[in-house]
């Protein structure tokens, strides 16, 4: 037990909420910890309402401030009343964690709430204080009802006993507190119970209760002027100083020294960093090293043929350092999981730094040969490091939880569960949130929140307002605003509410409940109160099982296209394939994984790709970081060998050869450290993080000091070690890892194949199945359209659930009403493939079409889907009323788009006998008799709708162009007055003045070393894409009109700009059209 | 029963800040006991000062609640019970 020295106002604070109350605390851990340290405490205790949310960063912070940690939780009992829990040691962390299971999944979501039964069947290891105000025994004492508080306290006696079960006293200025006190002291005396002081703290400084109070308003939905009884009525319940406390109990002293003989008590409850990842599954006699060696081997054998030294070597190197670390289980899970993927065939691909381990190759875990490519093991896991290896896998995105399932089955739900995680305060979501709080107007908050850019910090708002233009006059300088942005300083960060992490599961030897509280998400999913630091932290091994709806778009292709081609294997696409190349050097990407935005496009478009080593850089250069850091240039520039490639030692030519002497991916900087200063592995690999992690010039200096000394002692003179240091920090703080670049390369690369030569395909599986990628369908469809695809409206005699592809030529039936010849015809056609050579024509795929599917249509439910397949070919639109059931809303929105155009192709002449069709319907259903015949055999003359009105029904309904291009019905006037289309500039020389016009897409504003705002955008018309580029000082004057709230079309005029194959347009003037 | 009344006074406090006499008009009241106290911070965001009420058990059974307004520091009667 620990033994605090006594001083004169010796106090621990043993109730805290920290920002994980969510809503109901104004100061984040770090500030709580500060302030407890600068007012001398020994301990602090975390007490956040029903969670531990708070419990590994605040244990860590503590620790590291020299503070003990005691762990806690204030928990809701049934009837809503509050009670303190302390943990005096690891066993009463794993009653927390228990009884804060119990209480979130044995009730609703967001409503927690303990059973007496629950507290009986873990009271171990704890200290229990009676709790704030809403405490049972405080809320009767209020209510003047002291036999029942003394019954109520006997019964908490009962179960933790005297020496653990505290009367909790506070004075928080609040009316009742004296009345309230002296009860508790008389419980006291009465059941010889102890009495504790504490101070119910929801913020670390005074100042902070403004931060508490408004978002309490955000957690009960008020507004600052109205009244709550939730809302603090006086801002006492900060982190007050043992003298203030002793202070205000001076009539209490032993509720003082009960803080302090109670911290004593409390030893370290949390255990980090300790191992609980489950053993495989195994016989008695087999060891899983054992098991794993076999596996490796046997999968080697079966790709290389035979096992050479060299493989040999390395597999050994692995499988003793995976042996050493303890992970050869953890080898085992993941392989028993990507088995279990392939024998449902389930489409899968390993990514991130596993792809650097040829053991995870061998495995079938990861595509990428790391033998082959030379890439660094020490990466992914070193003796050194002894960090818990991270094996992210992404699957078909359909069937990524009946992967998951695999899981939770095969280890047992209460070994297994989600990884949660925290939605934060972000710039857009504190506007709005606390501003509402703040009484200010919903629509005028709206319309700033949308001004705001996606990626602005709740803390950056006001250091953006004068630097935006598009801020710049939204108003948000005036003095109105200035409460609501000094709060959204405050709050910037704070966790809003507890999520679902996209991939994690954690996989537990122990039962997960002796180790994390668990609740349940949305979608019933169950996920740890740890995010995945937080869980890694604990020793909890995540695994990534990823949804990918990539994979998905690539399974429905390859199904397509093996209805017409049989012979193709996705595994086997040739890496080398000339055509593929040509289709990328072009820039025509669109759709291709990673390398679809405007800027891998016009990289593509420049660098000549020619083999898979190219695609590699690709991926790796096109982030955020490179950019920044002015890598993509000299990249290019020694790429076309229009600068030459040097070295500044001879031992680096094989390290950087592959990319052509730049320092591009992380596992370069390992191996120059390495080869230069004879780093081992595991050195290497710990200077590589602190490169990349350095926050501060010192620890850049030290590290490249021991670098530069150790260069030296290895023989390289001063200047070219100090030269070399220098290039590595320029570059390594932007290096992508190579393995991850690897891995997603491959896929770039074959689904750019499919793209090239079953375009049709590519593009139905990409449609159906959005959202996926950068572009939205829309432009999508445009894309397809360019290339030739013929776009069919949906049909309710053809469509399906997906788009489908379909041999073109037969758009446009045109039967009269009744007639659904065409459509039975087309229906028996389907199937019959278009000539073969139609897909290997180079650039185009004429002849094949895209059918919208029944699913785009706005309003149409599941069931009216799966009534209209199951019971069709209709013959008219009074068959089709009268056989499905659908609602007249669905029936109106079905002919606006086109579903029934091959039954009547005059729209309004459907929708006008369609009241008659329902009273047919409505009257056969009644059985009154018939009185007439929808229609009967006269045809209504009515004038169909225009061609505007068809545009404007089929983007309402289908979100999406079937016929044509918004932009397609400006042309002519467009032409008239000198714009050029996005087809045009491609005729056009460098530096010419043009005008173009489109609908803007996705600006955006990529960070830049200088600091300067360049702002990358496309226009899109009915030919494709208009890359805009919009410097600085342009878009100083025109930010409002890129950056409005909704998107219009826009007429850009500047100068054509030609690199490579790709064009762009340089803004020099910005307007609505 | 209580009523509302406006209107400041004087108060003598002791060592530790409580009211011990206050005086309404031309008369001194001793306090015979402090009976609650609370701190009401109110409309802050209007840049409303902090209030610290006293309910106080007056000679002659009267029950009167008074504050201090927290920056000028003048004392108010607030509420009077019958």
Partial sequence: ??????????????????????????????????????????????????????????????????????????????????????????????????????????NPRHQPRVTLDNLRDNREGLIVLSGCRRGQIPVLLLAHRYVEARKAACIYRDIWGTDNFYLEMQDTFLPGGSHLNSGLANLARELGLGLVATNNVHYAEKEDFKVHDVLTCVRTLTRIQEVHPERPLNAENYLKSGREMTSLFRDYPQAIENTWRIAERCQSALELNTSHFPAFALPPERKAENLLRELVYRGAQEKYGRITRVLCERLEHELQIIEALGYADYFLVVWDIVNYARREGIRYAGRGSAADSLAAYCLGITEVDALERGLLFERFMSLERGEKPDIDIDFDARYRDKVAGYVYHKYGKERVASVGTYNTFRGRSALRELGKALGLPGEELDGLAQKLPAYCHADQIRE???????????????????????????????????????????????????????????????????????????????????????????????????????????????????????????????????????????????????????????????????????????????????????????????????????????????????????????????????????RSQRAMEEIGDEFIARAVKNGVELETAAAIFSCMAGYASYGFCEAHAAAFATTSFKTAYLLRHYPAQFYAALLSNQPLGYYPPHIICNEARRRGIELLPPDINLSGERFEVEPGERRGYRGKAGDISGGVAALKHQNTPPPRERFFHEGTSAGWAIRCPLSRVKGLSCEGRQNIQGNRPFVSLEDLVRRTGLHRDELENLIKCGALDTLDSNRRRLLSLLPACLEIRNSAEQGVGILFEAGGDVVLEVPDFTEEEKFYWEWEILGMNIREHFMARFRGELERQGFKSSRDLAGLPAGRWVKVAGVLFRPHRPPTRSGRVTVFMSLEDEFGLTDVTVFEQVYQRYGHLIFAPQTRPLVVEGTLQRQGNGISVIARRIANL | MSRLVKGSLMVEVDGVGRPCRVQRGNRWLQVVEVLDRWYDTGCWWEGETPKLFFRLQLEGSRIWEVYQNQSSHSWHLYKIYD
């Fill in chain 1, 1 to 106: 037990m620990t033994q605090f020295k006594r001083g004169v106002d010796v106090f621990v604070h043993l109730h805290v909420h920290s920002e994980y109350s969510f809503l109901d605390g104004g100061s984040r851990i770090d500030s709580l910890v500060k302030r407890a340290m600068h007012l001398g405490m020994p301990a602090l205790a975390l007490t956040d309402h029903n969670n531990l949310c708070g419990a590994v960063k605040f244990n860590v912070r503590a620790r590291e401030a020299g503070l003990k940690p005691i762990q806690g939780v204030e928990i809701t009992l049934v009837g809503g009343y509050h009670l303190t829990l302390l943990a005096q040691n690891p066993v009463g962390y794993r009653s927390l964690c228990c009884i804060l299971t119990r209480a979130h999944l044995e």
């Fill in chain 1, 464 to 694: 953006l307002v004068p630097r935006l233009p598009e801020l710049r006059g939204s108003g948000l300088k005036a003095d109105k605003f200035s409460l609501l942005l000094d709060l959204c300083e405050k709050v910037a960060g704070f966790p809003r509410f507890l999520g679902t992490h996209l991939g994690g599961l954690v996989v537990s030897r122990e039962p997960l409940t002796d180790l994390v509280p668990l609740q349940e998400a949305a979608k019933g999913v169950v996920i740890t109160q740890f995010d995945k630091e937080d869980v890694e932290a604990l020793g909890l091994v995540k695994l990534d099982l990823l949804s990918l709806r990539t994979i998905s778009a690539i399974e429905d292709a390859m199904s397509s296209i093996h209805r017409q081609d049989r012979a193709l294997s996705y595994e086997d696409i040739p890496l080398d394939d000339p055509a593929t190349y040509r289709m990328l050097n072009s820039g025509q990407t669109i759709g291709v994984f990673q390398l679809e935005s405007p800027a891998q496009r016009a990289l593509q478009a420049r660098l000549g790709a020619s083999d898979i080593e190219d695609i590699v850089a690709s991926v790796a250069i096109i982030r955020p970081g490179p950019i920044k850091g002015n890598m993509v240039e000299p990249y290019i520039a020694r790429r076309q060998g229009r600068e030459p490639v040097t070295y500044l030692h001879p031992a680096l030519q094989p390290i950087l050869e592959k990319t052509y002497g730049v320092v591009l991916f992380q596992e370069q900087v390992i191996e120059i450290a390495i080869a230069v200063a004879g780093f081992t592995p595991g050195e290497a690999d710990r200077l590589r993080r602190v490169m990349t992690h350095a």
